[in-house]
């Protein structure tokens, strides 16, 4: 028990410090951070209490520069980042051994898609690895409307930062230094804050080392608000959550302008976009609640004139905002029924379905069987699984290394039994099919889920039925786990 306490009490003392170490990446998108994160296993080099390696951004778009860090709970002597592309080695810096930074630019002509970052984390007593994913985009096109999407960073004309210490700025490979007082117009804001200098120069510089006007701009706004001056709100309001893409609060006021001023799209976007970054709020729910009311009596105009395909643009809002919503689920299937989209209709009804299950209506609009029998469970009955993507359309493509690495530690590993992962299931598969059930393999799959890599083998049973095992592997670690019934049944049965 004492020595549970005292693990508990040095990870809280660490997660206390490392908040403070984090305020540079304060006030940036926290799911914009590539992070890997947790406790070493036993057998690796070094033993950690607790440990963090992350990129910043997660998707490096055309400022091509990445925040790179450590975090660790006992010193070690260095940290080497290295990278897929190239034969580069970025050494990270710290004054204390246990909190590690530094930039790197990413160079021309790296191809769009997944890369890696390898962190090498060196002590006198052995070393560690730590692989962090990150996505390089192609350049986006700038924004041509006042809409807000979520992560976007605005084109506005900047606005005034004022430096607190003398500090160092990166400009095209090289530093710059900067005195307590100087003024730079900020452009966009990463850990590091792209800006431009008096005499016109562009940078970076840590955003530690500025102040910015978020209070005051976020206060003209509501008592630009309050005055009916709506244009004037948006645009202070637009300016605070480009400098802070978190704060909820600047979220919720620009979609109430919006609204004000008539235009019912752009609020909808900005406030779907404050429920993505923090549902648990309370004035964005009650913001949004309302919102999905005036949708859904436009939906519900356009349905009774016969309007179907208007009224399933306003009620996907409608569960956009409220997705509990089961009367706009059962319209919105009926909208597909009449127009003769059957398959639409019933994958409508089915999430209403999943929202409540024992709602008669939603059960005759259905009219179809449920009872299926999982692969790994023969002969005992269970749901089937339903397959679903579950990675962001921008990374969906795990380097090729990694892949590998994650499908031989999975195939590998010994079930209870001490059978390997591999035979097992094709000894579950064969006894299936001796059984009579048709039964197609459809082969592995490998997918990003958190810092994590997610691992399955698809089977089709029956027409248009997929059956999936799933295992969750830590290549650093080489440890696996099972993550569906049907990996938990192979598990612990063969």
């Given at each position: 028990?004492r ?19 984090g ?6 998108d926290r799911?914009?951070i590539s992070l890997k994160?947790?406790p070493?296993a036993?057998g ?14 997660k ?7 990445v925040?790179?860090g450590?975090?660790l ?11 897929d592309f ?6 990270l810096?710290?004054?204390n051994?246990?909190y ?8 021309d ?26 996505f390089v985009?192609?350049?986006a ?10 992560g ?8 005034p ?5 003398t ?17 730079v117009?900020?452009l ?7 800006v431009v200098?008096?005499?016109?120069e562009?940078?970076y ?5 500025v102040?910015?006007?978020?209070g005051?701009?976020?206060t003209?706004g ?7 001056k ?5 645009s202070y309001?637009?300016d ?10 600047g979220?919720?006021w620009?979609?109430?302008s ?9 609020s909808?976007?900005?406030i ?8 648990r ?16 009596a ?10 179907f ?7 996907q ?27 639409e209709?019933r ?8 929202n ?18 999982a692969?790994a ?8 699984i339903?397959?679903?993507?579950t990675m962001?359309?921008?990374?969906n ?9 994650s499908?031989i ?11 390997s ?10 006894l299936?099919k ?6 197609a393999e459809k082969?592995w ?16 049973q ?9 295992w969750?592997?830590?290549?650093d670690t ?10 938990r049944?192979?598990m612990t049965?063969w």
């Amino acid at each position: 028990m004492r020595r549970t306490i005292i693990l508990v009490l040095l990870v809280s003392m660490f997660l206390t410090v490392s908040a403070a170490y984090g305020s540079e990446i304060t006030g940036i998108d926290r799911d914009e951070i590539s992070l890997k994160a947790g406790p070493t296993a036993p057998g690796e080099g070094l033993s950690m209490v607790w440990l963090e390696a992350l990129v910043y951004p997660k998707i490096v778009r055309s400022d091509k520069v990445v925040s790179l860090g450590v975090r660790l709970t006992a010193k070690v002597d260095k940290v080497i980042v290295s990278f897929d592309f190239n034969e580069d080695k970025v050494k990270l810096t710290s004054d204390n051994g246990i909190y590690w930074s530094g930039a790197y630019q990413i160079p021309d002509g790296i191809s769009a898609g997944l890369h890696v970052a390898r962190y090498a984390i060196i002590g006198d007593k052995g070393e560690i690895q730590r692989t962090v994913e990150f996505f390089v985009d192609r350049p986006a096109m700038p924004a041509s409307n006042d809409d807000v999407s979520h992560g976007e960073v605005y084109a506005a004309d900047g606005w005034p930062l004022t430096v607190t210490s003398t500090t160092s700025a990166l400009v095209e490979g090289s530093s710059r230094v900067l005195y307590t007082g100087q003024r730079v117009i900020g452009l966009s804001k990463v850990p590091w804050y792209k800006v431009v200098f008096e005499d016109g120069e562009v940078g970076y510089i840590s955003a530690m080392k500025v102040k910015e006007p978020i209070g005051e701009y976020f206060t003209l706004g509501q008592e630009a608000y309050h005055s009916k001056k709506f244009s004037s709100a948006i645009s202070y309001f637009k300016d605070v959550v480009a400098i802070d893409k978190r704060f909820i609060s600047g979220y919720l006021w620009l979609a109430k302008s919006y609204e004000q001023q008539g235009n019912i799209e752009a609020s909808y976007r900005v406030i779907k976009t404050a429920i993505e970054l923090d549902d648990r709020d309370m004035e964005s729910r009650v913001f949004s609640n309302h919102l999905a009311k005036r949708y859904y009596a436009i939906a519900n105009k356009d349905f009774k004139g016969g309007r179907f395909h208007e009224a399933i643009a306003a009620y996907q809002k409608v569960i956009d905002l409220k997705p509990s919503s089961i009367t706009s689920w059962v319209e919105l299937g009926k909208c597909y029924g009449n127009l003769g989209m059957g398959n639409e209709a019933r994958a409508s009804y089915g999430e209403a379905l999943r929202n409540d299950p024992d709602n008669p209506t939603v059960l005759a609009l259905l009219n179809v069987q449920t009872s299926h029998v999982a692969l790994a469970s023969v002969p005992q009955p269970a749901k089937p699984i339903k397959v679903v993507k579950t990675m962001p359309k921008t990374s969906n493509k795990v380097p090729a290394l990694v892949a590998d690495d994650s499908l031989i530690i999975v195939k590998a590993e010994k079930t209870r039994k001490g059978t390997s992962i591999d035979s097992a299931l094709r000894s579950v598969i064969a006894l299936t099919k001796s059984l009579g059930t048709p039964v197609a393999e459809k082969g592995w799959e490998i997918k990003e889920r958190g810092s994590k890599f997610l691992v399955r083998y698809l089977c089709e049973q029956g027409q248009e039925v997929l059956e999936a095992f799933e295992w969750v592997v830590d290549v650093d670690t080489r440890r696996v786990s099972a993550y569906n019934d049907n990996a938990r049944l192979l598990m612990t049965r063969w």
